[in-house]
């Protein structure tokens, strides 16, 4: 069936550092992807989203790769500020526009 | 600003009540909403499709006459968890699709639910 996860639970970087969060993915057909940040007690909050037919999109000190060929996706997060910590979800498109939800990463940053 | 707004923000019932939450598009009609739970620590578990004007689609292993979806009118669906039990006790979510030129979806700010 689909399934979307990550390979690390938590990941903890210095404040200025850049953060790199994965998720793998396994719906080859899978057309569109989410990446949402999460605060604790709060909705999950869009960051970034790709489509299929690109395999990078920048955004404000943000950025996705796509990989389709090993279904890999990535979120890259530029000089790590103490208010990114937070649980970072990948998210893919599955029939009906529903939403399918990675099991997440938490991320901290030390100052 | 926000785009989707959810009511109340956290309850605390006794064991065999009924909740009720709202889940409200706020800038959008949105023919399209959907629900989630969410335990700690762990990730969002879609429960339903809501569908204005028509019968929520439930996801598999949801009791579709414990938790009651009304989708009415074009911004605002609820969810009532009837005879709820401590079990019950978890974070709700829903969401829209925005229709605005783009398929993303916007998520409510979640309602916490505890059942004493």
């Known amino acids: 069936g689909e399934s979307v996860g990550l390979h690390l639970p938590t990941l903890s970087v210095q404040e200025g550092d850049n953060s790199i969060i994965n998720c793998a993915y396994s719906?080859?057909?899978?057309?569109?992807f989410i990446w949402y940040k999460q605060e604790s007690g709060k909705g999950p909050q869009f960051i970034i989203d790709i489509r299929s037919n690109m395999d990078k999109r920048q955004g404000q000190r943000v950025t996705v790769l796509l990989n389709k060929t090993v279904k890999h996706l990535s979120l890259q997060i530029a000089a790590t500020q103490p208010g990114d910590s937070a649980v970072y979800f990948c998210a893919e498109r599955g029939q009906g526009g529903k939403l399918i939800f990675g099991q997440g990463t938490e991320l901290s940053v030390k100052p | 600003g926000a785009v989707v707004s959810q009511h109340p923000s956290w309850v605390i019932c006794k064991s065999g009540t009924s909740v009720k939450i709202e889940c409200r598009s706020l800038d959008f009609q949105a023919t399209t909403m959907f629900w989630y739970r969410q335990f700690p620590k762990q990730s969002l578990m879609l429960m339903a499709t809501?569908?204005?004007?028509?019968?929520?689609?439930?996801e598999q292993g949801v009791e579709k006459d414990k938790f009651l979806i009304n989708h009415a009118s074009l911004t605002l669906s609820t969810l009532t968890v009837t005879s709820a039990h401590p079990e019950d006790s978890s974070f709700y979510i829903c969401?829209?699709?925005?229709?605005?030129?783009?398929?993303?979806?916007?998520f409510g700010p979640g309602t916490r639910l505890t059942v004493l």
């Open positions: 809501s569908n204005e004007g028509s019968k929520a689609t439930y």
């Open positions: 719906n080859s057909a899978s057309d569109y």
């Open positions: 969401s829209e699709t925005s229709g605005r030129g783009t398929d993303t979806q916007y």
